[in-house]
């Protein structure tokens, strides 16, 4: 839980800067918080800076790229993005910010940087008696972020933002203690809403992303647990464009145990399969995947035999939970 592995930044790179006029704060309002199931709806993100397309843009950006490789420029020149003008003149920039493309399916500046966090895990390091520790941590990443130049265009925190899920503490012979069930439930909760409260001091112009990890639905998740994140947090898997990159993601908890929600993880992998035809479409310039649990811990050639008991890499030694 050191902040300096809290919080790491990816900068999705390409040649040049970011436009000095993207830099911009936007107007907030007393009515409107873009967080949490305000912001993961429908299976995207909802976020003022970040505009989703309609269903018209989608056909003219497809048909735009197509006419693009129809023609005569091989470079696509007219598709592909361009830096920005030079230009110093403030007018001029005025009309260039204003002619940008209307949604985020479109690149519009040569770079921008994202955050990846995980494992906030209120209440882990006291078996959550008490979880202030994980909060200090939280709000110092929280702090780290606010402060970074130039502003991310969103976080994504992947899952385990607290430690109680009742499969853990309630009737579990390896837990490392033991907690009734209406204690597991009233804990959880709370733990919810503060780390709704500690991740709500984000800069209102950088989006935030939240996913579940296996402490906050469970090993074995089951439409009950998985319900629970979604009151609190909205969708647990979802898709959203930034500058002409596609950003998925999944709630990769159901790949290592489905059957507790086999029909909800059936969906996910459809749904899984059709954005990435979508992206792929649409020529996303970037496909990032976020998700839980790493596809791999050694390398990418590894198969769950691997881990047996005795044979083959371990896991980590301190991925022991008592479970």
Request: with cysteine; hydrophobic share 30%; proline share 6%.
């Amino acid at each position: 839980l050191c902040p300096s592995l809290l919080t790491k930044t990816l900068h999705y790179y390409t040649p040049t800067t970011t436009c000095p006029h993207d830099e911009y704060t936007m107007m907030t309002t007393n009515t409107i918080s873009y967080r949490f199931k305000n912001s993961q709806v429908n299976r995207s993100l909802k976020h003022p800076l970040l505009i989703q397309p309609t269903e018209k843009e989608e056909i003219r950006h497809e048909e735009s790229f197509v006419n693009a490789l129809d023609s005569k420029d091989s470079r696509l020149d007219s598709f592909w993005c361009k830096p920005c003008s030079p230009s110093e003149d403030p007018a001029e920039l005025v009309v260039e910010h204003e002619n940008r493309p209307k949604s985020e399916i479109d690149c519009h500046s040569k770079k921008h940087t994202f955050v990846v966090c995980a494992d906030s895990q209120l209440g882990m390091t006291s078996l959550n008696r008490e979880w202030e520790t994980e909060l200090h941590y939280s709000r110092i990443a929280v702090e780290k972020i606010n402060a970074l130049q130039p502003r991310p265009k969103f976080v994504c925190v992947c899952g385990d933002l607290v430690d109680m899920e009742n499969t853990f503490y309630y009737n579990n012979p390896n837990s490392l203690k033991d907690y009734k069930l209406e204690e597991c439930e009233n804990i959880q909760q709370q733990q919810f809403q503060d780390f709704q409260k500690v991740f709500d001091g984000l800069h209102p112009d950088i989006a935030l992303v939240c996913l579940c990890g296996n402490h906050d639905i469970g090993n074995r998740p089951t439409p009950a647990s998985i319900e629970k994140f979604k009151n609190a947090f909205g969708d647990e898997y979802l898709a959203f464009w930034v500058n002409g990159t596609y950003n998925i993601v999944l709630n990769n908890v159901l790949f290592t145990i489905p059957d507790g929600a086999e029909q909800i993880f059936i969906e996910q992998l459809d749904w899984l399969e059709g954005r990435l035809e979508y992206a792929n479409r649409h020529q996303a310039a970037q496909i990032f995947v976020f998700a839980h649990h790493p596809w791999f811990l050694y390398n990418d050639e590894e198969d769950h035999e691997d881990f047996a008991p005795g044979i083959g890499s371990s896991f980590p030694s301190e991925w022991n939970d008592g479970t």
